[in-house]
């Protein structure tokens, strides 16, 4: 297995561009949520989903879009990047609890961007 | 809601010496209980977890942490640091919203580990 994969590892935009991090994963999980990471702040989430055709909002979500058609993709948009969105950003996948008692999150590698 | 705080931006130990990262958190019920570890330039790696029986774990790379209810607390230890443990290290509670049976992890804000030599 791949586990979690996140495209691409580092990404340049200028103000006002648009793009999509990408995030994959192989262990058929339902759970799959994108965080962002900055100094001081640890992990913040900023949206999730339950499931395919199922996403909902986290503690940061304004500026960002996400979309799940299927189990294995969960991408991330950008809608007109900020210097405020410079930050790196983490997706995971977890076990729907119930399924398994241990619904520890597996992590991406991140995608580091930096906006101009 | 449940939440997480690691009161400790910044330990610094020396190699050989003991460790003890503390983590206190605030939920309803008995929570899932986790501490991973980021390396620098890394994504987290689960060290270890909880959910319920025996209130001490052990987990990967000599680490362990005790649950303790009555605290609300669930500390990450290791007995003798490497200057390879050097690392962010984030407590992190999981519990399901009752209300519609989503899974919403939330994280500590980290500890930054110095091991000197």
């Known amino acids: 297995n791949a586990g979690v994969t996140q495209t691409p590892k580092f990404q340049v935009l200028k103000t006002g561009q648009s793009m999509t991090l990408q995030c994959a994963q192989d262990?058929?999980?339902?759970?799959m949520s994108w965080y962002r990471q900055d100094p001081g702040m640890g992990l913040r989430l900023i949206h999730y989903s339950v499931g395919a055709g199922i996403t909902d909002q986290g503690e940061v979500p304004n500026g960002y879009n996400v979309s799940r058609s299927t189990t294995e993709d969960f991408p991330l948009r950008l809608l007109s990047a900020a210097p405020s969105q410079t930050s790196v950003y983490f997706c995971?996948?977890?076990?729907?609890?119930?399924?398994?008692?241990?619904?520890?999150?597996?992590f991406g590698p991140g995608t580091r961007l930096t906006v101009l | 809601a449940q939440s997480v705080t690691q009161p400790d931006i910044h330990i610094t130990v020396s190699e050989g010496a003991s460790l003890e990262l503390r983590c206190n958190y605030s939920?309803?019920?008995?929570?899932?209980l986790f501490w991973y570890v980021q390396s620098p330039g890394q994504g987290l790696q689960l060290l270890l977890k909880?959910?319920?029986?025996?209130?001490l774990v052990q987990g990967i790379k000599g680490f362990e942490a005790e649950f303790k209810r009555s605290q609300s607390s669930f500390n990450l230890r290791k007995p003798s640091v490497h200057w390879s443990d050097a690392a962010e290290y984030f407590c992190?509670?999981?519990?399901?919203?009752?209300?519609?049976?989503?899974?919403?992890?939330?994280f500590g804000r980290g500890t930054s580990l110095i091991v000197h030599p």
């Open positions: 939920y309803g019920a008995t929570p899932y």
């Open positions: 992190a509670v999981g519990a399901v919203n009752p209300s519609g049976g989503s899974y919403i992890p939330t």
């Open positions: 909880y959910f319920s029986g025996d209130t």
């Open positions: 262990m058929n999980h339902e759970y």
């Open positions: 995971a996948s977890s076990y729907r609890p119930g399924e398994v008692s241990y619904n520890e999150q597996f």
